[in-house]
């Protein structure tokens, strides 16, 4: 079984910056693709950054050069740098953590409340 649990989060003023964190553990035997994804009240979820074994990286285009995620395998973590926060980037925030133990892992995070408000 995998559980991945995810840190960080809170309240920050437009223009604050925030760092979240997802950690997988359990019987994992390897990742290969890790990401953020967001869902704000009444709306679809949507990406917000992912990052594959090879070090390929997307980024949602509202979040593109104010946003960087970044892993460490031997952890088995990945992490969310929010710089420039924006009032638009309220949202739950959830990890997504694939691989193998050795079955097919596609895990989520419990979610994680990020307010940006003044």
């Known amino acids: 079984q995998v559980h991945v649990v995810q840190s960080g989060g809170g309240l920050v003023q437009p223009g604050g910056s925030l760092r979240l964190s997802c950690a997988a553990s359990g019987s994992i035997f390897s990742i290969y693709f890790m990401g953020w994804y967001r869902q704000a009240p009444g709306k679809q979820r949507e990406l917000v950054a992912n990052v594959n074994k090879a070090g390929a990286i997307n980024y949602g285009d509202s979040v593109k050069g104010r946003f960087t995620i970044s892993t460490d395998y031997a952890k088995n973590t990945v992490y969310l740098q929010m710089n420039s926060l924006k009032p638009e980037d309220t949202a739950v925030y959830y990890c997504?953590?694939?691989?193998?133990?050795?079955?097919?892992?596609?895990?989520w995070g419990q979610g994680t409340q990020v307010t940006v408000s003044s």
């Open positions: 997504n953590v694939r691989g193998y133990s050795p079955g097919l892992i596609d895990s």
